[in-house]
């Protein structure tokens, strides 16, 4: 299983608009993806900014290619989140799971 991890960083008055569209547009994109596996929106107050961790699981790197394309490291960063986000990672980073503890 590969692990699929990027942060975006929102102004607190549009982390809200951020967190709907993760909720909303993005998971309808993840879970239409074949090989998908689940995904996890972290939040956290940083000062001033709220970091957002967006952990997304496929079963493998087909499966990230088929959300992300053939450059599947770069991040996929819609319009929305665009407006509601004041910076974010470019690029993304891939873990491939080596230990599962549930």
């Known amino acids: 299983m590969i692990a699929r991890i990027w942060r975006g960083w929102a102004p607190p008055g549009r982390a809200d608009d951020y ?5 909303t547009e993005v998971s309808e994109h993840l879970t239409a993806v074949n090989g998908f596996r689940g995904a996890q929106l972290l939040r956290r107050d ?5 970091a ?7 079963a493998d790197l087909d499966a990230v290619r ?3 394309g053939d450059d599947y490291e770069q991040a996929v960063i819609e319009d929305a ?7 974010w990672d470019e690029r993304v980073s891939h873990h491939e799971v080596a ?4």
């Open 46 to 50: 940083e000062g001033g900014e709220i």
């Open 99 to 102: 230990v599962q503890v549930a």
């Open 52 to 58: 957002f961790t967006s952990i997304t699981w496929f």
């Open 81 to 87: 989140a665009q407006a509601a986000l004041s910076r």
């Open 66 to 68: 088929g959300f992300a």
């Open 19 to 23: 967190q709907r569209h993760y909720e």
